[in-house]
T-cell receptor, first 115, second 118 residues
Framework: AQKITQTQPGMFVQEKEAVTLDCTYD???????LFWYKQPSSGEMIFLIY??????QNATEGRYSLNFQKARKSANLVISASQLGDSAMYFC????????????FGSGTRLQVQP | GAVVSQHPSRVICKSGTSVKIECRSL??????MFWYRQFPKKSLMLMAT?????????EQGVEKDKFLINHASLTLSTLTVTSAHPEDSSFYIC??????????????FGSGTRLTVV
């Protein structure tokens, strides 16, 4: 069963506007972590933001915030004030705190910021 | 911060040859390394987990004899694609659990290797 679901293959946003990238997850582990990564065309994985399953508050990192709704099992990424350099693939990922602790990735969303 | 150096970044090889990809942790000891494969415009799929001093753990469907993984030391893990074929062409990227409390919350990625088999 797919553990991380990103339903938006592609998104467009105007420069300076905010955009939300959706992510839902499935796990029976009470302890887990949720990550968002940016992957530009160069291929490198750039860490954006992290949310722990026990964190009470939504994570924020500069222009990035994570809308964590635990009951809905969703962890949407909000990018405020989009910039042209934000154009890239964005991956949601989950770490379950039992087992091997490898990250499981969603299928990704390609974001294109338009001037 | 924690850095994983991955080489080569890009390689083109002939069908039937073998290619070795190295991931080296530069300023920390990586007892575990995760190896991922990414097809164009697709997600990262975990191939295997290497552990220093023991055999690698492969994910279901990954051919152990084709993708040889060795974790020779606390700072070096290698993936060798043996008898490469065009269908092995892909982007391979490694990731090491880094330091607890690190800004990236513990996962340091290599820069990836783009393999093209002709």
């Amino acid at each position: 069963a797919q553990k991380i679901t990103q339903t938006q293959p592609g998104m467009f946003v105007q420069e300076k506007e905010a955009v939300t990238l959706d992510c839902t997850y499935d796990t029976s582990d009470p302890s887990y972590g949720l990550f968002w990564y940016k992957q530009p065309s160069s291929g490198e994985m750039i860490f954006l933001i992290y949310q722990g399953s026990y964190d009470q508050q939504n994570a924020t990192e500069g222009r990035y915030s994570l809308n964590f709704q635990k009951a809905r099992k969703s962890a949407n990424l909000v990018i405020s004030a989009s910039q042209l350099g934000d154009s890239a693939m964005y991956f949601c990922a989950m770490r379950e705190d039992t087992g091997r602790r490898a990250l499981t990735f969603g299928s990704g969303t390609r974001l294109q910021v338009q001037p | 911060g924690a850095v994983v150096s991955q080489h080569p970044s890009r390689v083109i090889c002939k069908s039937g040859t073998s290619v070795k990809i190295e991931c080296r942790s530069l300023d920390f000891q990586a007892t575990t390394m995760f190896w991922y494969r990414q097809f164009p415009k697709k997600s990262l799929m975990l191939m295997a987990t290497s552990n220093e001093g023991s055999k690698a753990t492969y994910e279901q469907g990954v051919e152990k004899d084709k993708f040889l993984i060795n974790h020779a030391s606390l700072t070096l893990s290698t993936l060798t694609v043996t008898s490469a074929h065009p269908e092995d062409s892909s982007f391979y990227i490694c990731s090491a659990p880094g330091m607890t409390g690190a800004a990236n919350y513990g996962y340091t990625f290599g820069s990836g290797t783009r393999l093209t088999v002709v």
